[in-house]
């Protein structure tokens, strides 16, 4: 199944969206931990709440591809946070291999998203939609 480069895009931001959940739960931790309950307990921030279940979201869809390097690859670096180029260290090839077997491994995961969930079209008008209503929320 060939994939076009914006469903890769969709898939990769797919799966950067793990870090960036993270990165809302620690934010969300730090400010009730500071500054009391401002944040996620006292208004009932919808984003705090969604955030774990789309992280297992992500950790699913890449524990579910079939095992193989880029599989590993896209654990490393996606889920762990690791480089590509720590990833390059980690499996013991060069820097322009790891990039290479990330490309591979993006096109392998984008023709499971693809499979899984339907066409990009379909996702990009939720994204659409979702970043209508975040610049909404002042």
């Known amino acids: 199944m060939m994939v076009s480069p914006e469903e890769i895009k969709i898939t990769e931001n797919f799966l950067k969206s793990y870090r960036l959940n993270q990165k809302l739960l620690r934010l969300d931790r730090y400010e009730r931990e500071f500054f009391g309950a401002v944040g996620s307990e006292a208004e009932g921030m919808p984003e705090t709440r969604l955030a774990r279940p789309r992280m297992y979201d992500v950790r699913h869809f890449i524990m579910s591809m079939p095992n193989s390097d880029e599989k590993l690859l896209l654990y490393y670096h996606y889920v762990r946070g690791q480089s590509v180029e720590k990833c390059a260290d980690l499996f013991g090839i060069s820097r322009s291999s790891a990039f290479r077997k990330k490309k591979a491994a993006l096109v392998l995961a984008a023709e499971k998203y693809v499979a899984e969930r339907g066409t990009a079209s379909k996702f990009t008008v939720n994204t ?10 002042v």
């Open 128 to 137: 659409q939609s979702v970043n209508t209503r975040e610049n909404q929320v």
